[in-house]
């Protein structure tokens, strides 16, 4: 049987050649050379594929034993050959394959029984082909098993004849190549060959991004240069960031780099050696310890002054540097700094510091150290020990070098060469590690490899090659040049790499693909080239029929009797196009016209065959946008304004059946939409979903600013072009035709007025509120006057630009009537395009419109290409919009008239600009000087309207500058310094002032001093409205450097002004703290909870450890403080439950899926938040397993077993647990996280009147939970319709409100299932009135949740951390010494501290939660501090005096009041204070509720209150509809709150107790709805 095997020398079939190897002797078989693989039998029947030629060659000899000696055997080569071409030929799962065939080469010789089979051939000449296991195998770093079997093979004869045979590769184009993109390298200074030592330093705190990947490659460069040697050194410099994680990760995206370093080195392998340097330079007087301030120490840099430690003794530093060996309070407060100068220009050589304590654990030598060195002391030392010859380093270390030859010189090392480079800056996007950290951690991402980050794993996701990447890199050479550089850039290099093999395919837009029928069309299947220019990538399949889609953009295009190309087929004509009422295409009749090879002037299109034989591959292509939207960001720009929200667009496709066989990784180009990478492979339906999995492709961009065309045709846009060149090429009219505009002056300026006055209208509307719908309308048509303006003059529209001038008047003669006639229809055809926008007409009618109205425009274009050439030659210049001959001149109007009425506008701006300033230093409402605000800026745009230029305030010149000065002094003097009622103000103001200082100096209490201030404040104010100028003191002005003084105090006292006043006093008492430096510890807040109150929150809940963030976005770890509130909470419902019959169960945290599938209409509102376990170790589980969302579907089977009769009713269970819901939106602890704790209950009932008695009683256990433990008031109610619980009757539910956000936020729920999960499940009882009969269940459902702790930080946080209600509170009271001096003896010391620890015991006997804090290495104020941020209640300060006088003094966290109380009645007055506190923490939130929640009946009202942060009582009818559109039509522009979307009002609940009455007759309030109210709504922003 003679065959025949082509094969493709550029990519020869290894496991094709060793079995013909094998088979010579006893098989003919001739060997060619074609374009691609195959095998031909007896000319007939063609095999194309490695695995079936291999298997058709093996059963030609069956003796031989190829495939195996039984059927098992088979099987397995089988296996191995899929394997060969499958993971073993992917490039993603490559890693991991060859780890498994390791596994499996272990113990054996062959893979398959004791001689060499087809699987040996198949996965030795994969492995042979393959470049990155060939450079594995040279490097050792080849698993070991696989390495012995390959080598193994390789000597034996049929392999060894085989690999001999195989054609070089071409290794001179790929030079060249190289060369023409390769970069200026500038030459290093002192380099000499093969002795060049460079290295790449990274820190490992994150994944490595294309910054990194350039600073590696140019080390690498310049190591292959000159022959020289490249260390790879981490960076380990600051334990508080590291992580062995990352450095894993970092090694293996250096291996994929292609980055072979010679030596790999930690920094903190020097420790001991950088030390000793450090101590060198203390003893030679070069190194001093500072313990000034890090405030104060970045100020004396800044400003040139030494520092009071520097002139410190060598001993004296020397200890000092013991402590900080140590880690002690006193090291934590001091840094090593090199004694340089201070004089200095450059910053960097003001004795920077060269050492800090750090008391965190180190990754790799854990805590042997307690100080660690800073990367530039560390740097110069390491380099020069480790031999690098070259330091290759950004330019933004430039004012460092000197730094670094310092330290080199001090210490008699080697020197080192400094190289500079830019760094790599990218447009739209962030480098820093920590900014990227955020966007991780914020879930704004998918991870450190999501395909929008700057990150090698990021791009390499994305679609960008290794070596796209180096030849990237290797272009910008060694530019010193800093540029930001775009994105399109670093993808046009990649493209070049994958352009000439990525194989080309088709897909199409599932969402208006048109059917063509085709007419005696056979369903047929051809092969043709994957790639049009490169044979090598192979052959595709394409099927034939008579149906075949097309896009429905392309079809649009199209017209009757065209001819277009179908690529891949032939030429096609258009016979019949089929539109429905809209116009929009349908479905095409055409007939196939192959004789016709004409193909250079048609259309090019994209289809897919309609067979049954090769159905559609489902695919889903993934657009990806930038993460910032701002291209290159300021250094004062914060990063998190500039968040681009919406990043990732997906279309759903309808795909080429090839696609089906694509693995991760590959890259392919979709014809005519672009380059895409293959992220999830398409996998069959599956026999537990049904449903398969989509082929996911994400979108390679391509360095192009425009993106692929995806319809119509290049030879269309071709002709449109020629159109056009014809045109203006047309033989000119006659000299005496005369040419003129299609329009009159006096039509522009009506329009120009029209104009105007839309835009006044549309300033009014803004002026007044008006009602969103109704701007947007009047917004619509000023621009369709715009619109018709241009299209008018052919110019923009601006103020005055009809004004402008002498009127122009038509000289020449009408255009001709073509062009008329055109106009008219587009004025036509655009008025219609707007009619269909504003009714909301479907978007394929309207596209269609536009499509018609760009075609006319198009003609009109053409048209007036010749008009335009005409009246050049007539004129002898370009026609511009208003270039017309002039007519007689109108009346020019009076001058004086106009001079009067721009005097009037201005006066009006001044007039308005003062009201404004009045306003805003009044401190007025935002609406209010919103509203203000908008006047003055429509008024000065009327003055642009008048004068044609921006108003500006008035200029005066030197003289009238002095009188005016002079005039104002003088005013000042009459009307404000010497009026009567300024004079009473300056007494009133100066002796409020001493009673401020009076206060302070006594040490009064402080809310009485911010009173008094506030009264100060207030009258300075009022003076400074009535004169115009600040209150100055008897002395006059003060000078410049007083008033310096006075601004750097007033900083000083800003940051300083948490800590309480008390640790102060106790400095200089007997018994105050140890004197001494005050160590900076940041353990306040830094943010303000009336300023940003996302930040706020964040640092109170990490500070107050209440929770610390974990490694999995949107989960926390609860701390002791936050998790004893929830025991309270748990303890107390959990007693009270209990009361009622209701018992604790405990149920699985997995739910299986057709438990799920069963529920599925009240799973959806979960589904998208449902997590899935699909694996078991490495193996795929048989059927995915839920995470519970919620346990209905848990429960309710076993309710259906349980209950038989009424006696098993009713049933009450609860369980404590924990759900999973996986949010991607915004997670915040407590508030909104993926995983969370509550409790669940679940009850059935025989009659619905039971169930619903169970509903409000628990909703009442719940309003205790707030109103009486955790201090907060709430509202309680029904949920409307369309907030209700799914698949339930109704909802209950508790309301908060939250002032510091004017946000409400759901406290817990309620819930009436009725009958609809007892049919779901068939919880059934019997009759007891009717025997035999079934009846359903009446159930309920129940929860709340650890976000109760959330909104208590909410409420009660101030801006010193948290206020815990003593009720739930962990520690109700702490006990803190004072007055533990050097001056008090070890005895009275002792005694003070026996003391405290008798108060903690004596008020745990008397059941009051007490702690002491005891520790020795904080000062009083610093714990006074610490538990003030935790929200202790009360602070119990006992010092040696209070010993003496039998008292302590008592402190309140809620409003910081104290009391001197008798020790005997310590138990009594503290449990006395502990029910104020709760008392008055529940009044003040029960007051500030109700001043924020008012009951309206207009629109208007609504809209004002909510944008005050209130919270609304509305009547509403009920429908949803009108809900929506509430929520809709309230949403405003900006963000709530830093972090917060924007967001309109939703119905939070039906209150059982409203605000007032429903009165009959009363309507709804969405505007529109013409119903009857049906109660009233509570309305509000909503968490």
Known sequence: MAATVSINPASPPIGVLLAVEHLKDSVPVQVQEGKNTGLKVNGDVTFTTVPSICRYLARLAPGKHLYGTSNLEATEVDHWLEFSVGRLGCPADFADAVQYLNQVLGPRTFLIGHSATLADFAVWGALRGNNVWLNLLDRGKAPPHVARWFRFLEEQAEFKAVAMALPAKPEASKSETRKQDQGKFVELPGAEMEKVVTRFPPEASGFLHVGHAKAALLNQYYQHAFQGKLIMRFDDTNPAKESAEFEKVILEDISMLDIKPDIFTHTSDHFDRIQGYAEKLIRDGLAYVDNTDPEVMKQEREQKVDSRNRTNTVEKNLAMWEEMKKGSEVGQRCCLRAKIDMQSPNGCMRDPTIYRCKTESHVRTGTKYKVYPTYDFACPIVDSVEGVTHALRTTEYHDRDDQFNWFIGKLGLRPVHIWEYSRLNLQNTVMSKRKLTWFVEQGLVDGWDDPRFPTVRGVMRRGMTVEG?????????????????????????????????????????????????????????????????????????VWYSSRVYIDGQDAATLTEGEVVTFINWGNVIVKKINKNKSGAVESIDAQLNLENTDYKKTAKLTWLADTPKAPFTPTVVTHFDHIISKGVLAKEDEFKNFVNKDTKMETVMLGDPCLAQLKKGDIIQLQRRGYYICDVPYEPPSRYSCQPTPCVLFHIPDGHQKEMPTAGSKAKSKKADKVEKAASKKELPSPKEEVSPSFSPADELALSDKVAAQGDSVRQLKGRKADKAEVDAAVKSLLALKAEYKALTGKDWKPGAAKKGPAPAPAPAASPAGVDAVNDKIKAQGDKVRQLKTAKAEKAEIDAAVKTLLALKAEYKALTVALKAEYKALTGKDWKPGAHTPAPAAPAASPASSTAEVDAVNDKIKAQGEKVRQLKTAKAEKAQVDAEVKVLLALKADYKNLTGKDWKPPKEDGKKKQEGKSQEKASQETSGGSSPEAEKLKAQIEEQGNTVRQLKGSGADKAQVDAEVKQLLALKEQFKSLTGEDVTPAGGKKGKKEQKKEKEQKKEKEQKKDQPKKAAKEAAKPEGAMPGPKKVTRLGLEAKKEENLSDWYSQVITKSEMIEYYDVSGCYILRPTSYSIWEKIKDFFDAEIKKMGVDNVYFPIFVSKAALEREKDHIADFAPEVAWVTKSGDTDLAEPIAIRPTSETVMYPAYAK??????????????????????????????????FLWQEGHSAFATKDEADEEVLAILELYARVYEDLMAIPVIRGRKTEKEKFAGGDYTTTVEVYISASGRAIQGATSHHLGQNFSKMFEIVFEDPEKPGEKKFVWQNSWGITTRTIGVMVMVHGDNKGLVMPPVVARDQVVVIPCGITANLSEEDKARLLQKCQEYRKALRDAGIRATDDLRDNYSPGWKFNHWELKGTPIRMEVGPRDMKQNQFVAVRRDTGEKLTLAEGKAAEKVKEMLDTIQTDLYSRAKKNQDDHMVAIDTWGDFCSNLDKGMIIQAPYCGAIPCEDKIKKDSARDQDIEPGAPSMGAKGLCIPFKPLRELQPGTKCVCEGCDCDAKFYTLFGRSY
């Open 1202 to 1235: 349980w209950i038989k009769s009424h006696r098993d009713l009713p049933i009450k269970y609860n369980q404590w647990n924990n759900v999973v819901r996986w949010e991607f939106k915004h997670p915040q602890p407590f508030l909104r996280t993926r995983e």
């Open 469 to 541: 990447l180096k030849q990237f890199i290797v272009a910008q050479g060694g530019s010193r040049a800093v540029v930001v550089m775009e994105w399109d850039k670093i993808w046009a290099f990649n493209k070049k790499v994958i352009d000439p093999v990525a194989p080309r395919f088709n897909a199409l837009q599932r969402d208006g693909a048109v059917l063509v029928n085709l007419p005696g069309v056979k369903d047929e299947m051809k092969e043709v080239p994957k790639h049009p220019k490169n044979p090598d990538v192979g052959q595709k399949e």
